[in-house]
């Protein structure tokens, strides 16, 4: 099936036009399916890991969003233990215009700065709301665990 | 008056409407829009791409769910509903097959065409001129959202006035009737503070949790605005006073690739003298779905020192377009001597003041998404009555398991607790009865007012 011009540009762009700490690169076989790459930000709990997801762009895309999924193991209370993010942009909140590198952008701000009150992960979400300098130990200690081998 | 095909999915909006809308000039037309575009092409460039243009972007002629290899041809064994299934599928796929059909005729009409009126050099009433061709074209935006160039006068967000071609447009709907979300993250912090796992579908869904299902309007993409909608400020239009070109789109494309030299003096002409000596007047009312252009007529006439292109709807009466010439020519072209680097359209009064403001949506000139899909309410209520159902029926199961419960707990058989079982079965299937009533009472008050309408009209 013919792809839409849309994602043939807009993955000519990421190549082009990397963003800094992102990478997603189309696989041969499918070229609505993305491997990303994306680095912990700075003075985060992620500092440092490097964290593999996958990235799925469905028939409707854009008027659907892009399927998301954590691929490397995450302590963060907005990420369950499947990977599965809880963000706005990627369900209710999403918005044709927005784009493969705006959503990554936001997973990326994602793990900047997690928020438990909206919680995917209830058990981390708890212990980022209790003990927030233990979760964050735990994160850490996660993405040295998990998220540093393979880099 | 068909989109392009940049969209696989079904089109599910009101074909009627969008149509009629594009006739009144609400809504920009279906353009054929250019893959890539590049402002250094020169003008032969331009033209040889848009010769070679399809009308409709070529269909995947093996498309999985259409291909018919793959449809099973055995059911008699089969359940009811398999076969029913089965009967819509191919029903679909023949649907489909022939829309390829008559779009490749349709091509290849608008092909033959086309190549007697550029290659021979016969006028042939579907085939835009080359001037509208390259007036239209010469300065082309992207759409932002399916990142195709358009002709520079697409629809304009109500809110924020970012531009979107009509194919999206017509894409963006309000999401499936869902629960409000913030309840959604209170049940989920409720589950919290008792730390028992996340259960959002528990079981104690009542009926007051069916009527919160909400279907929101669609929200503008660009900057989220809830009721999206669109304007058309079409070219040379009287209603708007002048056209839809953004002049700050307009300032930063250096002007060479413009069509005809325009000269100093724009010129009144009246109308008739300039539909009189009109070679290029394309009036195709007579075959609407053949060119997504169709909507424009292109009159253009070069005078020794003037020179004027009117894109007017083909319905439009000829009262209209002379007065929207009269009142467009001073503002819609720029002249050259200005026009070198900041070809600032001379604006009109009109056009600044919505370029300042954003319009209601309530506003006639806004197409709001509702507009073109006016089920939406039906499909709220379906839905709720839908979630209702699956309520009724899941609370009856879970009634009936803990009655199980309860029976094997003490395995004498108590007659008083048979009758109970009995008594909420009763009351269960009265409830069920009492539920498809009301949704048959609410279709027929609907169809009723259906009627009602019709009558009306």
Redo the contacts between chains.
């Keep these: 099936m013919s792809l839409p011009r849309r994602i043939i540009k807009e993955t000519e762009r990421l190549v082009s036009d990397p963003v800094p700490g992102i990478s997603a690169i189309p696989h041969d076989d499918n070229l609505r399916y993305f491997d990303v790459l994306i680095e912990g930000p700075t003075q985060s709990p992620y500092e440092g890991g490097l964290f593999k997801l996958e990235l799925f762009l469905p028939d409707d895309y854009p008027m659907m969003a892009p399927k998301v999924r954590f691929l490397t193991k995450i302590y963060h209370p907005n990420i369950d233990r499947l990977g599965r993010i809880c963000l706005d942009v990627l369900k209710s909140n999403w918005s044709p215009a927005l784009q493969i590198r705006t959503l990554l952008l936001s997973i990326q701000a994602l793990l900047a700065s997690p928020n438990p009150d909206d919680p995917l992960a209830n058990d981390v979400a708890e212990e980022w709301k209790k003990n927030e300098n233990t979760a964050i130990e735990t994160a850490k200690e996660w993405t040295r665990k998990y998220a540093t081998e393979k880099s | 008056m068909a989109p392009y095909g940049?969209?696989?999915?079904n089109l599910d909006y009101n074909t009627e409407i969008v149509k009629n809308l594009i006739i009144d000039r609400k809504l920009a037309p279906f353009y054929t829009p250019l893959?890539d575009f590049d402002h250094n092409w020169s003008q032969d460039k331009l033209l040889s791409i848009l010769k070679n243009n399809n009308l409709h972007?070529?269909f995947?002629e093996n498309?999985e769910d259409y291909d018919s290899s793959l449809l099973p041809n055995l059911p008699d064994k089969s359940s009811k509903h398999y076969q029913k299934r089965l009967q819509s599928r191919q029903f679909v796929q023949s649907l489909y097959l022939k829309r390829i059909q008559w779009q490749n005729d349709a091509q290849q009409r608008f092909n033959r065409e086309r190549k007697l009126s550029y290659i021979n050099g016969f006028k042939k009433e579907n085939i835009p001129s080359i001037d509208l061709l390259l007036n239209l074209y010469k300065n082309p935006i992207e759409c932002?959202?399916?990142?195709?160039f358009y002709p520079n006068h697409l629809n304009k967000s109500r809110c924020c006035l970012?531009p979107i071609c009509t194919e999206?447009f017509v894409?963006?709907k309000r999401?499936d009737p869902?629960p409000p979300?913030d309840e959604n993250?209170s049940d989920?912090n409720t589950?919290?503070q008792s730390?028992s796992?996340?259960n959002p579908q528990s079981n104690s869904q009542s009926n007051s949790s069916v009527q919160d299902l909400i279907s929101e309007p669609a929200?503008?993409?660009?900057c989220?605005m809830p009721d999206f909608g669109v304007t058309y400020n079409p070219p040379n239009n009287i209603k708007t006073g002048t056209a839809g070109i953004n002049p700050c789109d307009y300032s930063s494309y250096p002007n060479n690739l413009s069509s005809t030299p325009i000269s100093e003096d724009v010129i009144h002409i009246d109308f008739p003298s300039s539909s009189n000596n009109n070679n290029n007047n394309n009036n195709n009312n007579n075959n609407n779905k053949l060119f997504s252009d169709n909507h424009s007529t292109a009159e253009s006439r070069s005078s020794k020192n003037s020179s004027i292109f009117i894109h007017s709807h083909s319905n439009s009466n000829s009262n209209s377009i002379s007065n929207s010439i009269a009142n467009s020519v001073n503002s819609n072209f720029p002249n050259s001597s200005s026009a070198s680097n900041d070809n600032q359209l001379a604006p009109s009064d009109i056009y600044q003041r919505k370029r300042r403001s954003s319009l209601p949506a309530s506003s006639p000139l806004v197409v709001t998404t509702d507009y073109i899909r006016s089920d939406w309410e039906s499909k709220l209520t379906s839905a709720r009555m839908r979630l209702a159902r699956r309520c009724a029926a899941a609370s009856a199961i879970h009634a009936s398991s803990l009655l199980f419960e309860n029976h094997e707990g003490s395995s004498s058989t108590n007659r008083r607790r048979t009758d109970s079982t009995n008594d909420l079965e009763q009351r269960m299937i009265e409830e069920a009865l009492r539920l498809s009533l009301l949704e048959e009472e609410d279709r027929q008050v609907k169809e009723r007012q259906k009627n009602k309408n019709k009558n009306k009209n």
């Design positions: 940049v969209y696989n999915s893959q972007s070529e995947p498309l932002p959202i399916c990142f195709l970012q999206c894409q963006i999401l869902h979300h993250s989920l589950n919290l730390s796992p996340p929200k503008c993409p660009y989220a």
